[in-house]
Protein backbone atom coordinates (compact mmCIF):
# COMPACT_ATOMS: atom_id res chain seq x y z
CA UNK A 1 0.00 0.00 0.00
CA UNK A 2 1.45 3.51 -0.50
CA UNK A 3 2.33 5.53 1.71
CA UNK A 4 -0.12 8.06 3.12
CA UNK A 5 0.10 11.46 5.22
CA UNK A 6 -2.60 12.65 7.57
CA UNK A 7 -1.72 16.13 9.30
CA UNK A 8 -3.31 16.27 12.55
CA UNK A 9 -5.18 19.74 12.37
CA UNK A 10 -4.41 19.67 16.74
CA UNK A 11 -1.07 21.63 16.07
CA UNK A 12 -2.62 24.07 13.27
CA UNK A 13 -4.31 27.48 14.24
CA UNK A 14 -7.93 26.29 15.64
CA UNK A 15 -9.20 29.66 14.83
CA UNK A 16 -8.31 29.54 11.20
CA UNK A 17 -9.23 26.05 10.44
CA UNK A 18 -10.47 26.62 7.04
CA UNK A 19 -7.19 28.55 5.99
CA UNK A 20 -4.94 25.21 7.69
CA UNK A 21 -7.06 23.14 5.97
CA UNK A 22 -5.80 24.65 2.95
CA UNK A 23 -2.24 24.61 3.47
CA UNK A 24 -2.11 20.80 2.74
CA UNK A 25 -4.55 20.73 0.49
CA UNK A 26 -3.45 18.42 -2.82
CA UNK A 27 -0.37 17.14 -0.64
CA UNK A 28 -1.79 15.77 2.24
CA UNK A 29 -3.84 12.61 1.97
CA UNK A 30 -6.22 13.54 4.70
CA UNK A 31 -7.25 15.95 7.28
CA UNK A 32 -6.68 14.20 10.64
CA UNK A 33 -9.23 15.44 12.96
CA UNK A 34 -8.61 14.80 16.71
CA UNK A 35 -12.27 14.90 18.65
CA UNK A 36 -11.56 15.15 22.39
CA UNK A 37 -14.10 15.60 25.49
CA UNK A 38 -12.72 15.51 28.78
CA UNK A 39 -13.66 12.53 29.74
CA UNK A 40 -11.65 9.73 27.39
CA UNK A 41 -8.80 11.72 27.59
CA UNK A 42 -7.90 15.25 30.07
CA UNK A 43 -7.97 17.45 27.21
CA UNK A 44 -10.96 19.17 24.81
CA UNK A 45 -10.95 20.00 21.06
CA UNK A 46 -14.26 20.05 18.93
CA UNK A 47 -17.29 18.01 18.15
CA UNK A 48 -19.97 17.73 15.16
CA UNK A 49 -20.65 21.32 14.52
CA UNK A 50 -16.62 21.92 13.72
CA UNK A 51 -16.49 18.87 11.64
CA UNK A 52 -19.49 19.41 9.82
CA UNK A 53 -17.95 23.03 9.04
CA UNK A 54 -14.62 22.00 7.99
CA UNK A 55 -15.75 19.28 5.49
CA UNK A 56 -17.26 22.31 3.81
CA UNK A 57 -14.57 24.13 3.32
CA UNK A 58 -11.80 21.07 2.19
CA UNK A 59 -11.61 18.37 -0.66
CA UNK A 60 -9.36 16.94 1.90
CA UNK A 61 -11.46 13.77 3.08
CA UNK A 62 -11.24 14.10 6.69
CA UNK A 63 -9.77 11.36 8.90
CA UNK A 64 -11.89 11.68 12.56
CA UNK A 65 -10.24 10.20 15.32
CA UNK A 66 -12.34 9.71 18.19
CA UNK A 67 -10.60 10.09 21.78
CA UNK A 68 -13.94 10.48 23.78
CA UNK A 69 -15.98 8.41 26.40
CA UNK A 70 -19.00 7.39 24.37
CA UNK A 71 -17.95 6.34 21.16
CA UNK A 72 -20.45 4.08 19.91
CA UNK A 73 -23.55 7.29 20.69
CA UNK A 74 -21.19 9.46 18.31
CA UNK A 75 -19.26 7.90 15.38
CA UNK A 76 -21.69 7.31 13.21
CA UNK A 77 -22.84 11.06 13.26
CA UNK A 78 -19.11 11.33 12.37
CA UNK A 79 -19.88 9.26 9.09
CA UNK A 80 -22.96 10.31 8.45
CA UNK A 81 -21.88 14.00 8.35
CA UNK A 82 -18.96 12.80 5.41
CA UNK A 83 -16.09 12.22 7.42
CA UNK A 84 -14.72 9.58 5.37
CA UNK A 85 -12.60 7.89 7.93
CA UNK A 86 -14.09 7.22 11.47
CA UNK A 87 -11.83 5.70 14.40
CA UNK A 88 -12.80 4.69 17.94
CA UNK A 89 -10.72 2.94 20.47
CA UNK A 90 -10.80 0.12 21.81
CA UNK A 91 -10.94 1.04 25.59
CA UNK A 92 -13.59 3.14 25.29
CA UNK A 93 -16.33 1.55 22.94
CA UNK A 94 -18.41 -1.26 24.90
CA UNK A 95 -19.98 -2.21 21.28
CA UNK A 96 -17.01 -1.96 19.00
CA UNK A 97 -18.79 -4.82 16.84
CA UNK A 98 -22.16 -2.45 16.13
CA UNK A 99 -20.12 0.81 15.98
CA UNK A 100 -17.66 -0.17 13.48
CA UNK A 101 -20.54 -1.66 11.21
CA UNK A 102 -22.70 1.66 11.88
CA UNK A 103 -19.60 3.67 10.71
CA UNK A 104 -19.59 1.36 7.38
CA UNK A 105 -23.08 1.47 6.52
CA UNK A 106 -22.87 4.75 6.75
CA UNK A 107 -20.13 5.12 4.26
CA UNK A 108 -17.04 5.49 6.10
CA UNK A 109 -14.15 3.73 6.55
CA UNK A 110 -13.91 2.08 9.83
CA UNK A 111 -10.71 2.25 12.17
CA UNK A 112 -10.19 0.78 15.09
CA UNK A 113 -7.28 2.45 17.97
CA UNK A 114 -5.11 0.92 20.53
CA UNK A 115 -3.65 2.99 23.37
CA UNK A 116 0.17 2.07 24.13
CA UNK A 117 -0.68 -0.27 26.63
CA UNK A 118 -3.60 -2.21 24.63
CA UNK A 119 -2.89 -5.69 23.19
CA UNK A 120 -3.15 -5.85 19.68
CA UNK A 121 -3.50 -9.68 20.35
CA UNK A 122 -6.99 -8.81 21.57
CA UNK A 123 -8.36 -7.78 18.43
CA UNK A 124 -7.34 -9.68 15.85
CA UNK A 125 -11.33 -11.22 15.34
CA UNK A 126 -11.72 -7.89 14.52
CA UNK A 127 -9.86 -6.91 11.38
CA UNK A 128 -12.92 -8.35 9.44
CA UNK A 129 -14.56 -5.58 10.66
CA UNK A 130 -12.62 -3.09 10.46
CA UNK A 131 -10.63 -1.04 7.24
CA UNK A 132 -7.94 0.58 9.42
CA UNK A 133 -6.22 -0.36 12.68
CA UNK A 134 -4.63 3.18 14.15
CA UNK A 135 -1.59 2.21 16.92
CA UNK A 136 -0.88 5.04 18.89
CA UNK A 137 2.43 5.69 19.94
CA UNK A 138 1.92 8.70 22.38
CA UNK A 139 -0.64 8.50 25.52
CA UNK A 140 -3.53 10.22 23.59
CA UNK A 141 -4.48 13.79 24.29
CA UNK A 142 -1.80 16.09 23.60
CA UNK A 143 0.21 16.92 20.54
CA UNK A 144 3.96 17.37 20.75
CA UNK A 145 4.46 14.39 22.51
CA UNK A 146 7.83 12.33 22.77
CA UNK A 147 7.60 9.42 20.28
CA UNK A 148 7.30 6.19 22.69
CA UNK A 149 9.49 3.87 21.01
CA UNK A 150 8.78 0.34 23.37
CA UNK A 151 5.42 0.64 20.47
CA UNK A 152 7.26 -0.25 17.63
CA UNK A 153 7.38 -4.03 18.20
CA UNK A 154 3.57 -3.91 18.56
CA UNK A 155 3.10 -1.68 15.83
CA UNK A 156 5.09 -4.89 13.66
CA UNK A 157 3.02 -7.66 15.58
CA UNK A 158 -0.02 -5.59 14.57
CA UNK A 159 1.50 -5.45 10.63
CA UNK A 160 1.65 -9.38 10.98
CA UNK A 161 -1.94 -10.23 12.55
CA UNK A 162 -3.08 -7.87 9.69
CA UNK A 163 -0.81 -9.27 6.51
CA UNK A 164 -2.34 -12.67 7.83
CA UNK A 165 -5.56 -11.79 7.71
CA UNK A 166 -4.85 -10.88 4.47
CA UNK A 167 -7.53 -8.43 4.18
CA UNK A 168 -7.22 -4.45 2.94
CA UNK A 169 -6.29 -2.95 6.58
CA UNK A 170 -4.47 0.31 6.46
CA UNK A 171 -2.54 0.63 9.72
CA UNK A 172 -2.28 3.81 10.93
CA UNK A 173 0.56 5.17 13.60
CA UNK A 174 -0.18 8.98 15.74
CA UNK A 175 1.71 10.39 18.37
CA UNK A 176 5.41 11.89 18.02
CA UNK A 177 5.54 10.98 14.37
CA UNK A 178 8.42 13.22 12.66
CA UNK A 179 11.41 13.13 9.81
CA UNK A 180 13.33 11.33 13.06
CA UNK A 181 10.66 8.52 13.78
CA UNK A 182 8.84 8.16 10.61
CA UNK A 183 11.29 5.36 9.10
CA UNK A 184 11.27 3.39 12.08
CA UNK A 185 7.32 3.52 11.89
CA UNK A 186 7.63 2.62 8.12
CA UNK A 187 9.73 -0.44 8.58
CA UNK A 188 7.90 -1.63 11.26
CA UNK A 189 4.78 -1.82 9.05
CA UNK A 190 2.81 1.73 8.89
CA UNK A 191 1.20 3.01 6.09
CA UNK A 192 -1.09 5.41 7.24
CA UNK A 193 1.12 9.01 9.56
CA UNK A 194 -0.48 10.76 11.51
CA UNK A 195 1.60 14.05 11.73
CA UNK A 196 0.50 17.34 13.99
CA UNK A 197 3.33 19.45 15.07
CA UNK A 198 5.61 18.24 12.40
CA UNK A 199 3.61 19.47 10.31
CA UNK A 200 1.86 22.34 11.66
CA UNK A 201 4.43 23.11 13.43
CA UNK A 202 6.97 23.69 10.34
CA UNK A 203 7.09 27.15 8.21
CA UNK A 204 5.84 25.19 5.00
CA UNK A 205 3.52 22.48 6.11
CA UNK A 206 3.05 21.40 2.44
CA UNK A 207 6.92 20.78 1.82
CA UNK A 208 6.56 18.92 5.64
CA UNK A 209 4.15 16.90 4.09
CA UNK A 210 6.26 15.84 0.94
CA UNK A 211 9.28 15.63 2.98
CA UNK A 212 7.65 12.72 5.47
CA UNK A 213 6.46 11.07 2.49
CA UNK A 214 10.05 10.76 1.03
CA UNK A 215 11.31 9.43 4.36
CA UNK A 216 8.62 7.00 4.78
CA UNK A 217 8.31 5.50 1.56
CA UNK A 218 12.38 4.60 1.43
C1 LIG B 1 -2.83 12.87 20.16
C2 LIG B 1 -3.51 12.92 18.82
C3 LIG B 1 -2.60 13.13 17.71
C4 LIG B 1 -1.78 14.39 17.77
C5 LIG B 1 -0.43 14.03 17.27
O1 LIG B 1 -3.65 12.31 21.10
O2 LIG B 1 -4.22 11.74 18.56
O3 LIG B 1 -3.26 13.03 16.46
O4 LIG B 1 -2.28 15.46 17.01
O5 LIG B 1 0.39 15.12 17.41
P1 LIG B 1 1.95 15.01 17.21
O6 LIG B 1 2.18 14.55 15.82
O7 LIG B 1 2.42 16.41 17.46
O8 LIG B 1 2.46 14.03 18.24
ZN1 LIG C 1 -5.01 11.55 16.51
Not at 138 to 166: M, N, S, T, W, Y
Request: with cysteine; proline share 5%.
Amino acid sequence: MAVQISPSILSADFARLADEAARVENVADWLHVDVMDYHFVPNLTLGLPVVESLLKTTATPVDCHLMIHDPDRWAPDYAEAGAASVTIHAEAAKAAVRTLRAIRAAGARAGLALNPATAVEGYEDLLPEIDMMLVMTVEPGFGGQRFLDIVLPKLARARALIDKHGGEVWLQVDGGVSAETIERCAEAGADVFVAGNAVYGADDPARAVQELRTLAER
